[in-house]
Each structure stands twice: as structure tokens, then as C-alpha cells.
């Protein structure tokens, strides 16, 4: 069996590649990489079609490799617990099938598994841990990188069980049998022994750890990247903190707002944000109660039960601390309800009961009004939301009743503070109060849809279906919308329209979702309707009527579906509307505008700005010669969305200026065929020259390098060249022969030839010129 992980990445990368599975080989290459840096959107876009890849071609190892990293992902960066347990399952099972069991990468399904239920519960599942753990690695080689993955896990579930310093005789133990087989420890080793530490409140010696770690980690040659420094700093910071260090654990703690970035560092900032608060070095403030109680919720919805439960008494400390008595009361009625979801509550049960008494010994505020004037006051005295919230809390006390105005303002506190799943349940208890309450119902909307819950969007949509359909299908239609269910969009607003015709909003969502879906005639026609029955925008109309005047962009979007569907003459009657004017009064708007940038996203989900030629007002033509990550070339026609951006210029900076839009679809394709040419830069003169010629015979040519890349200069081993890397667009009209001959007669005066050795191959000429000048060129 293949031990070295890696080196049949690289044999499988190859050997995609050389079957033309460019993507799924570039997949295969940078899955790893976005999992463990964070890159989510990338790993998000990419994911899909390389799984339904692998399968495809029927390539099961290279299926377990790619779930894993995603899961590693969904795991370790973004903490996901019981959202994340039906598919640590099931890669379980399928690694172990006979066709996938001696796949290298199989091991580590075990390792997702245990760290899934680590995320639930850790202590409560420390047996099962600890015994799936133990047989794995019995039979995994300390040689193998999965064996230091493996033995960190078991440390980590040790300490889980209370037992630190059984972790740190395991670590020492596992560390010596990774050396014995001559490999090093990885730098995530170092962290688990400073975690060890910590738990034994031995942070000097945790320090020392993370230095040794790093010290040993950069002399191996390797360069600590941005997920390796936010690691290290934030666990530094708890132990510098600890330690009463505080100017230096401030100096290491991450930027709060990295923190909302990277879920992995949130348990140790809060740990470190909250020592510091205690030794007044840190504002402990409701801005920081928000932002921990943030967390606690989206540790909450994936499922993460234990690090929910154990930030949520964080939070609740820093709140008693702060004489926050809702927000305090609050986190402790949502720390007993995560006490339910757990195994084993030995050690926490009385902290949340303790946090309980702390709250409720927090004197109640005195009201500065009477309470039924309170929601006045609180309008136009506006104090923090905690002091807010405290203030409503006391007001509805003293009533003696569930008033739906004070209660509805304490949701909204409580809302602004991070309490999403508490403000449902009150909004819930006050609906079956007060069920015909409007406002209430659209608050309670609201928050479902700001929270993504599905279940209580359903629930609510049910209970609106028989007193107010439409209420109910526009309610579902926001959901669907958020959920990028865009089929489903059209059929809600469908339902809409149908019990109020007159609706504009809804017509501009189901216009949406129609483009969205690419059925631009459905958008064209929609937006029609829209114009139609919108309210004309005389500069006087009402507030209550705003949302019905038509606006600039509803005939923006109008102009951009009518250029997607080709129907000219619409575009010139919605651009007439928007004071445009075009050179011609009949046809196809072809025009030259200005230049613009088009944003288009790659096949990896990262985002590429290109310089196009604006056609007409959603028109525009790609000027660069591109390669296949992205689903456009030279001279390809596209249609643009009409957002801008980008921030419009400065006054005085309108020269330097690009507006940027981003890319709807592909109208008319050029067919262009993309080379691509690398060798010595000839100079400006006859590079100009070769373009110019170039292009009156329809090619394209783009250069991709700049002025510090160079090649091997033959003549002299040591010296180097100025060289230029481009890409050579072939039109339709022409064959990769013409092509070649082309070239090879426009470049063959020049002192240092070009190299076109895919172009070569395809044009059915001899390659081994192009192969020798890679090889002498060092190209």
C-alpha cells in the first residue's frame, strides 16, 4: 500500500492531467489547502463538481480524499457538530469498503469521525473516542503523517476526560515513536501539548511549547502561513494572559473581527478576551457580549453542543461581570437548554446553575417612567441595548402581563445582541398571546429569516396560509431566496401575485430568481409587468407607497434582461426611460462605450477582474486572450449585471477610474482557442509588431508576465533573460497548423525563439523544437 499520502496526490494530479481532467486535478491539488487556511468560498465552489467527478470516472480513492478535506473543513474550521455527523458517517463507511480500504487517506475518515463527535459532546463520547482511536492506531505506522492526526486526537480526547496529564504522556510517547521512524512532529503537535499544559495551568511551560513547536517548524524550511500565526497567537494569548502578561497577551490576541472570520480561533480569543476583561484590560462591553453570544448561536445551529455550552458560559460571566441581567438570564436559560443535548454534564451543570443564581441575584433597574411610556423613553434617550433590554425586562415585571409592544422591543434588544434563537422563542410565546398582532408576526419573520430557520419559516408560513396566503408564500419566498432555491422563489411569488396582483416587490424578487435561474425571458417579461403596474416616481409619493414607484433599477435590470434575450428594441425603450442614447435606432446594440472591468469567478471560486469593451448599457466584449478556469475568452460577448461594485472615484480621480460589474452570462461566444507561448522577451518594438500583425489576421495575444520574469540565459548558465509568458488566441476561422506557420514566420528573425509546445502537438508539427527550448531556456 502507498504510505506517502502526498506522493500519491502528486501521481494521481499527473495522471489526471494527462487525461485532460484538468479540474479535477486542479481539485485534487488545492482541496487541502483551502480546507485548512479557511478559504470556504473557494473550497465551496470547487467541491461539487469535483465530487460528481470522482465518481463519474470512477475513481472511489480519489472520493475519499476529496470528502475528507471537506470534512476537515466543515470539522476544524467552520466547527460543525451534529450538521457535520451524517456525512462523517458515511465517509466512514465508504473508506472502509473493499474498494477504497487501502486508500492512504482512508485512515483519516476515523479521525473526522472522532472529531465530529468531539464537537457534540466531547466528554460524553470520550469512551467511544478512545477505543476507535486506540485500534486505528495500532495499525497505522508512526511513519505516516495520519499517525501524528491520530495520536494529537487521542490527546485531545484525554484531556476531554479530565486527564492532562495522561495527554502529555501520550504526546511524549507518540512523538518518540515519530522520531524513532525518522520523521518530525507537525507543528498542530506542538498546540495540543500546549493544550495540555494549559488545562494543567502550566502555561510557562505552554509557551515554551508553542515556541519550540514553531522554532522547530520554521528551521525544517517550512513558512508559517496566515492560519499557522492566528493559531499560534491566540493560543499565546490565553497563557500570557493567564499569566498576568497582559500588554503582551494583547499584542498576540487576533483581531476581533479575524475572530468573526475563523471560527477555529474563537474558543481561545474568548478564553484570553475573558481574563483580560477581568483584569481590566479589555472593555468587557456589550459590543464583546454580542459577539461572543454571535458565536454561541452558530455553534448552536451546527450542532456543536459542548463548545456552544462552554462559550455560552464565557459570555455569561463577562455579562454578570457587566451587570447585564437579561443578556446574563438569557445565556443561562440557553446554557440549561444545550445541557439537554449532552451525554455527560458532570462539571457543567453546576456552572450553568451557578450562572443561573449569578443572574438572578443581579438587581432589576429602576424604570425612569411609568412602563407604559417606557418604549417612548427608550426612542429618545436610546441607551445601550443591555441597559435596554434590562429596562423592558423590568417593565413587563411590573405590569404583571406580556405587553406585545414591550415585548416586542426586548426581541428587538435582544436581537441586536446576538440572542437569535432566544428572541424566536419569545416571539413565539407573545404570537400565541396576541395571534392577530401584524407587526409581531412580521418581526417574528424577520428573525426566522435572519436565523435560517427553516423550521420555524415553515411553521410560521402554516399558520399564516388559512388568515393571509399571500403573507404566507411571500414569507417562503424570502426563505427559498435566501437558500438560493430559486425555482422554488418563482413558484412563492407566483402564489403572491396571484392573491395581489398589484405587488411590486414580489416582482422584483421573481425577477431575481428568473435570472438567477438564467431564464431571462421569464426575468424580461416580469420586469415588463413591473413597469406596468408600478407607481410613476413624481419626487412626491408617499412613504407608505415608496416600495410601489418605479426606480432607476428596476429599468437597470429591465435593459440587462432585454440585452440577454436580444430584444434590441426593448433595450433602447427601457435605456430612452434612463435618459441613455445609442448611435444607431434599430438592430443590435454594438456599440463602443468605454472600458470597463468584468468580474467572473474561476472554476475554483476564486474571482477574476478582466478589462472588457462596453458594448451598449449591459453589453460588453473580453478584450484578453483567457484560459480554461474561466468560461469566457477573446472576444466573447457578454452580459453584465448592472450593480456597481465598486465605490464610484474621488472627485478629481474620474481618469484613473474603472467601474466594475459582474458577469451574468456568456451571449455570444467568439470561439477562440487559447495557446499558450513562453520564451525570451524580444523588446517592445517587435512585440508590438507581432501583436499588430496578429490581430489583423483576427488573432489575440495577451501577456501574462511581467518585468521580473525571467528565463535561463544558454549562454551563460548563471545570467538570465527578460522572458514573456502569453496567451495566443486562435480564431475559429483558422486551424492550429495556420496558427503555427503563422507564428513561426512572424518570430523567425527574432534572437531568442518562442516556445508553443501545446499548439505544436496540436497542429501536428514536429514538438521536439519547442522541447528544446524549454530545456535550453529553462522555461
Given at each position: ?192 501539548r500546549a493544550s495540555a499544559l494549559q488545562r494543567l495551568g502550566r502555561h510557562e511551560d505552554a509557551l515554551a511549547a508553542y515556541d519550540t513547536a514553531e522554532h522547530a517548524y520554521v528551521a525544517a524550511r517550512n513558512r508559517l502561513d496566515d492560519d499557522d500565526r492566528r493559531k499560534l497567537a491566540a493560543g499565546r494569548a490565553v497563557s500570557l494572559a493567564a499569566l498576568g502578561r497582559t500588554e503582551q497577551a494583547l499584542e498576540q490576541l487576533p483581531d476581533a473581527d479575524e475572530a468573526d472570520r475563523y471560527p477555529d480561533i474563537r474558543h481561545r480569543w474568548a478564553t484570553a478576551a ?76 453546576d456552572r450553568v446553575a451557578d450562572l443561573r443564581a449569578a443572574a438572578e441575584a443581579l438587581p432589576r433597574p429602576t424604570l425612569p417612567v411609568p412602563a407604559k411610556d417606557l418604549v417612548d423613553w427608550l426612542g429618545e434617550t436610546g441607551p445601550d441595548p443591555e441597559t435596554g433590554a434590562d429596562l423592558l425586562a423590568a417593565a413587563l415585571a411590573e405590569l404583571g402581563e406580556r405587553d406585545t409592544v414591550l415585548v416586542a422591543n426586548l426581541a428587538a434588544a435582544l436581537g441586536s445582541l446576538g440572542h437569535a434563537r432566544a428572541v424566536t422563542e419569545l416571539l413565539w410565546a407573545q ?349
Open positions: 500500500m502507498t504510505t506517502d499520502i502526498w506522493s500519491w496526490v502528486q501521481d494521481t494530479h499527473r495522471q489526471l492531467a494527462e487525461s485532460g481532467q484538468h479540474r479535477l486535478a486542479d481539485a485534487l491539488a488545492e482541496i487541502a489547502g483551502h480546507a485548512v487556511e479557511g478559504r470556504n468560498e473557494q473550497l465551496d465552489a470547487l467541491y461539487p463538481e469535483a465530487l460528481a467527478s470522482a465518481r463519474a470516472l470512477g475513481l472511489p480513492w480519489v472520493e475519499v480524499f476529496l470528502r475528507h478535506w471537506r470534512l476537515q473543513n466543515l470539522l476544524n474550521k467552520r466547527h460543525q457538530g451534529e450538521a457535520a455527523m451524517a456525512e462523517a458517517v458515511s465517509l466512514l463507511e465508504f473508506a472502509h469498503r473493499e474498494e477504497t480500504a487501502a486508500c492512504p487517506q482512508s485512515v483519516c475518515a476515523v479521525q473526522d469521525f472522532t472529531i465530529c463527535h468531539a464537537n457534540i459532546d466531547g466528554p460524553g463520547y470520550v469512551p467511544e473516542r478512545l477505543a476507535v482511536l486506540e485500534e486505528t492506531l495500532q495499525r497505522v505506522d508512526p511513519a505516516r503523517a495520519c499517525f501524528d492526526c491520530l495520536s494529537r486526537e487521542y490527546a485531545d480526547t484525554l484531556e476531554d476526560d479530565g486527564r492532562a496529564e495522561d495527554a502529555l504522556t501520550h504526546l511524549d510517547r507518540s512523538q518518540a515513536r515519530i522520531q524513532a521512524a525518522g520523521e518530525r512532529v507537525s507543528l498542530a503537535f506542538g498546540h495540543s475573558q481574563t483580560l476583561a477581568a483584569a481590566g484590560a479589555y472593555d468587557n462591553d456589550a459590543a464583546l457580549g454580542a459577539r461572543l453570544a454571535h458565536w454561541a448561536g452558530y455553534l448552536d445551529t451546527a450542532g456543536s453542543h459542548r463548545p456552544c455550552l462552554d462559550l455560552v458560559l464565557t459570555a455569561g460571566r463577562l455579562a454578570v461581570a457587566r451587570g447585564a441581567r437579561e443578556v446574563a438570564l438569557t445565556l443561562a436559560a440557553t446554557g440549561e437548554r444545550k445541557l439537554t443535548a449532552l451525554r455527560r454534564t458532570d462539571g457543567v451543570a404570537l400565541e398571546l396576541d395571534p392577530g398582532h401584524e407587526d409581531l408576526v412580521n418581526l417574528l419573520g424577520s428573525v426566522l429569516l435572519d436565523a435560517e430557520d427553516g423550521d420555524g419559516v415553515r411553521r410560521l408560513a402554516d399558520r399564516l396560509a388559512a388568515t393571509s396566503p399571500s403573507d404566507s408564500a411571500w414569507l417562503l419566498a424570502r426563505f427559498a431566496a435566501a437558500q438560493g432555491r430559486w425555482a422554488e422563489v418563482g413558484e412563492h411569488c407566483a402564489a403572491v401575485l396571484a392573491h395581489e396582483p398589484e405587488a411590486i416587490n414580489t416582482r422584483r424578487l421573481a425577477s431575481s430568481a428568473a435570472t438567477r435561474r438564467g431564464d431571462h425571458a421569464e426575468a424580461q417579461r416580469i420586469l415588463e409587468e413591473l413597469v406596468e403596474h408600478a407607481l410613476p416616481d413624481s419626487g412626491d409619493t408617499p412613504p407608505e407607497l415608496a416600495h410601489r414607484t418605479l426606480r432607476p433599477a428596476d429599468l437597470w435590470h429591465l435593459v440587462t434582461a432585454a440585452s440577454a434575450n436580444r430584444d434590441w428594441a426593448a433595450v433602447r425603450a427601457a435605456g430612452a426611460r434612463l435618459d441613455l442614447t445609442f448611435t444607431t435606432d434599430s438592430g443590435p446594440v454594438d456599440e463602443e462605450w468605454e472600458l470597463i472591468t468584468l468580474r467572473a469567478t474561476r472554476a475554483n471560486g476564486t474571482t477574476a477582474d478582466l478589462p472588457v469593451l462596453r458594448t451598449g448599457p449591459a453589453t460588453a466584449r473580453v478584450l484578453p486572450v483567457l484560459g480554461d478556469e474561466l468560461p469566457l475568452n477573446h472576444r466573447d460577448t457578454v452580459v453584465f449585471a448592472p450593480a456597481l461594485l465598486n465605490e464610484p472615484p474621488a472627485p478629481g480621480q474620474e481618469e484613473h477610474w474603472r467601474p466594475v460589474f459582474e458577469l451574468l452570462t456568456l451571449l455570444d461566444p467568439a470561439g477562440y482557442t487559447t495557446y499558450w507561448l513562453d520564451g525570451g522577451w524580444p523588446g517592445d518594438e517587435p512585440w508590438s509588431d507581432l501583436r499588430t500583425a496578429l490581430q489583423a489576421e483576427g488573432y489575440g495575444l495577451w501577456a501574462y508576465s511581467g518585468d521580473q520574469y525571467a528565463i535561463t540565459d544558454p549562454a551563460d548558465e548563471d545570467g538570465s533573460l527578460p522572458g514573456v509568458y502569453a496567451a495566443f488566441g486562435v480564431p475559429p476561422t483558422a486551424s492550429a497548423a495556420d496558427a503555427d506557420a503563422l507564428l513561426l514566420r512572424l518570430t523567425a528573425d527574432w534572437p531568442h525563439p518562442l516556445s508553443w509546445l501545446d499548439l505544436a502537438e496540436a497542429a501536428g508539427a514536429d514538438p521536439g523544437r519547442h522541447r528544446e527550448i524549454v530545456e535550453r531556456y529553462g522555461l
